[in-house]
């Protein structure tokens, strides 16, 4: 800001003189280079502690590696033949998925219960929002002792309680589907909350002048939410399982701490991929094979990642057919509920979380309901 | 909770119909029922009870695990059982390690973010769109399993056992390049860059005058949430750190392994590390959930 009245002396001179002065030089090198030089920490820490360390997993699985002997020989494949025809990896894999899909499904359905709740004109908006995200700030080391210690098998507080109403206690630990319930409430507690702000958030983003209208139109309360609610926040609740895939499948904390001795049970019944990993790696100590997990888990998590884009552009683009109501709706849809269908979730704020959804929810309101109401109509 | 009775008359608005507002999804200055706010109680139960029993189990003894229905309030034992904790584990270099970690990680990402979002959001230049294109795309790569090379290199370096080994992996991170973009790009009007590149600022003195005060909302939100991340990591320092230089979150974990029948002092220990966060959201609070609510994503 200082050099303000320098400025106009440079310019008049370039004006005059044909060759650039130094001072000119210096301005475009300046407006030329600084974008990169702003943008290069990112990109050179990324790729040497990022993209790095994963390419190189893959080099170390196809060696023979041990922890502390280091390098051996090339082995090429063998270690991939070897893992996937180990039990154990895709006993670890069906455990991972297990636990998924029991904390992400039940999640969904109560956060989206919970920003429901919410989103009304409720006293104490704030109080009761900081109540429900007030599990998020408990570490998972701290989420995984707590509740290990309540689903302990003889004086955990749940099996004390089922016992009180007359309930045999459950083999918490011991058992593969009930360890598999108790890691995943662990999970769910902590994120639940969190998701249903999200959610929340995108329901706000849904104008109310229409479910004005669609109440003046006669949709109770429940047909709104179902009609115009859920489809306006599809988008939001696709970037909730996207993200929730990527952390989920990595899930280690829980496991390992459930039962801090073992890595994941006595008989392995909740242990995870990564916490296999890091058996392989540490306790057996064989660099090769952990790194032949790691970079198994990478390709199955790209591919759950590909899976999931592809699901969501499905559902964006063949978007509000499945939604369709009964015929009370579609007597009204002209003047009511069409609107709602197509709102992009998150929409004004500028940090819009879906990373890969902005460019789609436009796209349907812009196309759709123009196109597709009279049809479905007749 | 006694002014729930006289809300649904009160709010009552002329002309509109009265079933559609027993589930309130109507909003606007209608007051929900009794039923939401019996559903928000019972959210808070679910919410705070956990915390609040390993507090009543943490301040009482082992026995009290033993009783079929726990004790509601907490006993006098919770001192005792702080001595043990800060016996068995080094539990204030823990912590000063945490803040210290944590520390360094979030002043690294978020200037190295705002940094870069800036340029994203507001500069021109060659390959804009295929980098931006490549900084979302990495937003999707667990570079998390990338571990057993980054520990082969840190043991090579001689860096196992130091902060900085826990440090490294995560100075940088996509999210918080996408995030800080996405908040610029609307956020500066690039009127304003041009008059300051008129005056003769030059491009970084452009970006700490302009871009810098507009862009410290989000760079607290990103470093609140970076912060939480740094926090709560637990594999990566597991891996790297030893037993006398922990943080946190190892050190707990030292905790539950070494006393695992004695459950009152685990507890003890698992609420004494979650104060300091408690703290962090009480003065904080609100400005998480704003972050959450405009889109910040877990880490």
Redesign the interface.
């Known amino acids: 800001?200082t050099?303000?009245l320098?400025?106009p002396a440079a310019s008049s001179a370039a004006i005059t003189k044909p060759r650039p002065t130094f001072r000119q030089r210096l301005?475009v090198f300046?407006?030329?280079a600084?974008?990169?030089l702003?943008?290069a920490?990112?990109?050179i820490?990324?790729a040497l502690?990022?993209?790095?360390?994963?390419g190189?997993?893959f080099?170390?699985s196809l060696f023979d590696w041990h922890l502390l002997k280091g390098q051996g020989e090339f082995v090429g494949l063998q270690n991939f033949r070897e893992v996937l025809q180990d039990r154990f990896f895709w006993n670890s894999l069906f455990n991972t998925m297990s636990i998924f899909l029991l904390s992400t499904i039940p999640q969904l359905v109560v956060a989206i219960?919970?920003a429901?709740?919410?989103?009304?004109?409720?006293?104490a908006r704030?109080f009761?929002?900081?109540?429900?995200?007030?599990?998020?700030?408990?570490?998972?080391?701290?989420v995984?002792?707590?509740?290990?210690?309540?689903f302990?098998e003889q004086?955990?507080?749940i099996n004390?309680?089922l016992?009180?109403v007359g309930i045999d206690p459950v083999l918490w630990m011991n058992e593969t589907l009930p360890s598999h319930i108790a890691i995943a409430t662990m999970v769910n507690?902590r994120?639940t909350?969190?998701n249903a702000?999200?959610l929340?958030?995108a329901m706000?983003a849904v104008p109310?002048d229409v479910?004005?209208a669609a109440?003046i139109d006669g949709a109770?309360?429940?047909r709104?939410?179902f009609s115009i609610?859920l489809p306006s926040i599809r988008p939001t609740m696709i970037f909730v399982v996207i993200?929730a895939t990527?952390?989920g499948?990595?899930i280690?904390?829980e496991p390992?701490?459930f039962d801090?001795?073992t890595a994941g049970g006595t008989a392995r019944q909740f242990q995870t991929t990564?916490l296999y990993l890091?058996e392989m790696?540490?306790q057996r100590q064989n660099?090769g094979k952990?790194?032949t997990i790691?970079?198994l888990?990478?390709i199955i998590?790209?591919l759950f990642?590909i899976l999931n884009w592809l699901i969501s552009r499905r559902i964006a683009t063949s978007g509000d057919s499945r939604n369709g109501g009964g015929p009370a709706r579609r007597r009204r849809r002209k003047r009511s509920a069409t609107p709602a269908v197509v709102l992009p979730a998150?929409g004004p704020?500028?940090?819009?979380?879906?990373?890969?959804q902005p460019p789609e929810p436009p796209v349907e309101t812009a196309g759709r309901p123009a196109g597709t109401t009279p049809r479905r109509g007749t | 909770m006694t002014a729930i009775d006289t809300r649904p008359q009160q709010a009552r608005t002329p002309g509109a119909r009265g079933r559609t507002f027993k589930r309130g999804m109507l909003g606007n200055g209608r007051r929900p029922g009794f039923l939401t706010y019996g559903l928000l109680c019972a959210f808070f139960l679910a919410s705070a009870y956990p915390l609040w029993w390993s507090a009543v189990i943490g301040s009482r003894s082992n026995e009290a695990l033993g009783l079929t229905w726990p004790p509601l309030l907490p006993g006098g034992n919770f001192w005792t059982n702080v001595g043990e904790v800060f016996d068995t584990i080094p539990f204030w270099l823990a912590l000063g390690n945490s803040v210290l970690i944590s520390g360094i990680i979030t002043v690294s990402v978020v200037t190295f973010s705002t940094l870069a979002g800036y340029s994203f959001a507001k500069l021109r230049f060659k390959g804009r769109n295929g980098l931006m294109v490549a900084v979302i795309a990495t937003m999707a790569i667990p570079t998390q399993l990338g571990v057993i090379p980054l520990f082969m290199l840190m043991r090579t370096l001689g860096w196992t056992g130091e902060i900085g080994a826990v440090v490294i992996p995560t100075l940088v991170t996509a999210f918080g390049v996408f995030f800080m973009r996405q908040y610029l790009v609307d956020v500066i009007p690039d009127e304003l860059i041009e008059a300051a590149r008129v005056d003769g600022a030059s491009m970084i003195s452009t970006f700490w005058h302009v871009a810098l005060p507009a862009a410290r909302p989000a760079m607290a939100i990103l470093g609140l949430f970076t912060f939480m991340t740094a926090w709560t990591d637990f594999l990566w320092p597991l891996l790297v750190l030893d037993a006398t230089n922990p943080t946190l979150q190892t050190a707990l974990s030292q905790l539950q392994a070494a006393r695992y029948v004695d459950y009152s002092i685990v507890l003890a220990g698992a609420v004494m590390a979650t104060l300091p966060l408690l703290a962090l959201f009480i003065v904080a609070g609100r400005q998480l959930i704003s972050g959450i609510m405009q889109g910040a994503v877990k880490g």
């Open positions: 800001m050099t303000t320098d400025r301005n300046d407006v030329k600084s974008p990169y702003y943008i920490p990112f990109f820490l990324f502690v990022g993209l790095f360390p994963l190189y997993t080099v170390v219960t919970i429901a709740v919410l989103d009304q004109n409720l006293r704030t009761w929002r900081m109540s429900i995200l007030l599990p998020y700030i408990v570490t998972p080391v701290a995984a002792m707590i509740f290990a210690n309540m302990g004086y955990g507080l004390n309680i016992g009180a507690w994120w909350g969190y702000l999200i929340l958030a706000q109310r479910y004005e109440a109770r309360p429940l709104r939410f609610t993200t990527i952390g499948l990595q280690f904390t390992k701490l801090p001795r990564v890091w790696a540490f660099f952990a790194a790691a970079w888990l990478f998590i790209i990642g998150v704020q500028p940090p819009a979380p879906a990373a890969d």
